[in-house]
């Protein structure tokens, strides 16, 4: 139906005030219709922005996030804003698609962090733990956006996910399709004797609601002297990352604060780089 056509039927002689109500209602439940049809074959939404009045313009195939529409109108940095697609498209990392699947039900770890996309291009651009077969342990690696990228840039190191139990099916999925990454559970403090790694990451996982004193047991079990570590930290309630430091400090000859390397934007989000493995005698 037309706008006009009712807008006719308002001004003739017969003029029906029952009949022009239900005109109206058939007019308006054809707009909606319209409306539907438009927003179904649209390639980009507004999405409402939790923590903001600001709506950001992102490229989305209903339920999939394309990441790189989603960074060049970054405008606000909620780790929710996203949590809700099913999955989130980085392009091709490496010399394939990297496709991530989400899952919120699972808690925390469910969903990508902006801290796990930083520390991943962060890390894949610095160069000094790259000789070699590395062998690279990601701590909390929730969705496990961080070591797979990691692991497609860098082709050959071998990656290893962990989380606690309720993540492994995200993790094993995620981590399917790339060769030289695999998953694990790993619960911070738990005996980990025997094992060793080259590098490693962990991102937001350094927070008061989460076990610092047993991340960094874990981490000083599963270094050797030479290990390099690279934690993303986002700037929250002040106490915990300082508790956190001075552990580190114990522990590690070596423990700095750097500046992201990324095109993540986010200004709460820099980068422990520790190393210098301390050995009692
Ligand atoms: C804020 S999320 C970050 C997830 C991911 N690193 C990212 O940046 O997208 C913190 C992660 O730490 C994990 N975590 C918390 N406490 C843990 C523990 N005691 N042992 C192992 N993982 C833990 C959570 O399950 C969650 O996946």
Redesign the pocket.
Known sequence: MEATSMIETEYNDEYDAYEAMMNRGAFLRKLRQMAEEDEAHRDVVVLPVLSSSKDVEITVDHDTLCYHSYLSVQAVYD?YKHVNYRQIDFGIVGDSPLVIAQDRTV???G???D??YI?AEHVARVTEWQTGSPSVV??????G??GLFVGRQVPQAQVHL???PQ?LPLMEKNSSTSKNVTAGV????RNVSGQEYDVIL????V?SI??SY??AKTIYDLSHERTKIYL?CKDRLSGSIEDFEGQMKNMFEHVGRSKPNSSNNNPKVWIFEISGKRVTQ
Do not use: I, P, R
């Open positions: 780790d808690g925390k770890g969903f990508v962090w801290s796990g520390l990601e701590l909390g690696a929730g969705t956006v961080t962990t989380d606690l993540l790993l619960e911070w403090g962990g991102a937001d996982v927070a989460y076990d047993g991340l993303a």
